[in-house]
Nanobody, 112 residues
Framework: VQLQASGGGLVQAGGSLRLSCAASGIIFSTNAMLWYRQAPGKKREWVATANRADDTAYADSVKGRFTVYRDNTKNTLYLQMNDLKPEDTAVYYC???????WGQGTQVTVSS
């Protein structure tokens, strides 16, 4: 049972990144999947949720800029991040709450 996050990197403000989270060992299609992030010195915070249907939810801080979606044929969760801001700098984690597992995190750094 594993979540493998990838796609982070260094980008200038206003740029875009797409994060991926590949799941193995779980019944991906029937699970809600979430993205969280943790900035240095701050608590981990919820970013977005992709439920089983095309039902999504976002934190106010990313609404309108981030899009969460899933490809159940590939057991992969995505987070498309546009118009990135320096305050989006954090380690991003994917999470499968029904299985109580977390990905290892991928670093996103946005320069001003």
């Amino acid at each position: 049972v594993q979540l493998q996050a990838s796609g982070g990197g260094l980008v200038q403000a206003g740029g875009s990144l797409r994060l991926s989270c590949a799941a193995s060992g779980i019944i991906f299609s029937t699970n809600a999947m979430l993205w969280y992030r943790q900035a240095p010195g701050k608590k981990r915070e919820w970013v977005a949720t992709a439920n089983r249907a095309d039902d999504t939810a976002y934190a106010d801080s990313v609404k309108g800029r981030f899009t969460v979606y899933r490809d159940n044929t590939k057991n992969t969760l995505y987070l498309q991040m546009n118009d990135l801001k320096p305050e989006d700098t954090a380690v991003y984690y994917c999470h499968a709450p029904d299985w109580a597992i977390w990905g290892q995190g991928t670093q996103v750094t946005v320069s001003s």
